[in-house]
């Protein structure tokens, strides 16, 4: 039996390979190719651009794919969320799709576009977001490079956005916010009630979610003097508690932590003061609670 899996081609593509290999799975494809290979006999993989992954696993072509929560909402799709994947191209910071307008345009919130035009790449989720508070307003499909159709074009813009600097630097100001969207992992629903998809899904939920919760972590190792443990554990920002063992000779201790990476610099130095010997920073590719 075989995994049929969609993976967002495009700007996602190496930030969800490059994941997908901390947590086990090595992808691998041509230039020119639209289905990686993969070391796992039992996944069928197919690149698709993400706006359209949603539609396909809920046609059940596809049992499992990685895209956005604005993408699911855009089409309305009926999938089931196996859960959220908090990565990206660029950051961790979720994807805000906001109501924009030129800061000299008089328009300080939506009800103030009653009869204007709106340009937009999301435009089921614009065209619901105005029908819900009653404004009617002409929204037009943008194919890209939205920004610079205000005011000549269009009165206001929805658009997508991290940080809000693209926008600000073309003189547009944020009036409300219609979405938060972070990439999700989807299923079928009738691959998700197949016992041995839903397995193989579930898995490879949780050994993503495990590279991510690595993210920014490594391990310490290191040999303590008995008597100086306390002192050791109290400068110790450990994840949970710290693993600790009794060395064959008995006044000398091993302690084991997991830490944030950016702390070590500072940390080390710390610990080797206190008496700490034999220390050891490893990477972590999976981190499971």
């Known amino acids: 039996m075989k995994l049929k899996v969609a993976l967002p081609k495009g700007s996602l593509q190496d930030a969800t390979f490059n994941l997908f290999k901390k947590a086990g799975w090595d992808f691998k494809v041509g230039y020119r190719s639209y289905h990686p290979t993969v070391d796992d006999d039992e996944i069928e993989t197919t690149l698709l651009r993400a706006q359209e992954i949603a539609k396909y696993v809920e046609a059940g072509v596809l049992d499992m794919g990685i895209t956005g929560y604005d993408n699911i909402m855009e089409c309305d799709a009926d999938v089931h969320e196996v859960c959220e994947l908090l990565y990206s191209k660029a950051t961790s910071k979720p994807y805000r799709w906001v109501l924009a307008v030129p800061k000299d345009s008089g328009i300080t ?10 340009a937009t790449e999301l435009v089921g989720v614009t065209k619901r977001y105005f029908a819900s508070k009653g404004i009617n307003c002409k929204v037009e499909f943008s194919w890209g490079a939205t920004e610079v159709k205000v005011p ?3 009165d206001a813009i929805v658009e997508g956005t991290e940080t809000g600097s693209t926008l600000k630097a073309h003189g547009l100001v944020i009036i409300d916010e219609l979405l938060s969207s972070t990439t999700r992992l989807i299923a079928n629903k009738d691959a998700w009630e197949d016992p041995w998809k839903r397995t193989k899904i579930e898995n490879i939920a949780m050994l993503l979610q495990s590279a991510l919760e690595a993210d920014g972590l490594v391990g310490l190792k290191m040999n303590v003097p008995s008597h100086n443990l306390d002192r050791v554990l ?6 949970q508690k710290p693993t600790i063992a009794k060395l064959s000779d008995t006044s000398w201790s091993a302690l084991e932590i997991i830490v944030g990476e950016k702390i070590v610099r500072e940390l080390i130095p710390e610990l080797k003061r206190l008496g700490a010997t034999g220390i050891v920073e490893y990477p972590l590719n999976k981190v499971i609670y």
């Open 234 to 239: 109290m400068s110790l920002p450990a994840l």
């Open 152 to 154: 000549d074009l269009v």
């Open 109 to 118: 919130k939506a009800e103030d576009l009653e009869g204007k035009i709106v």
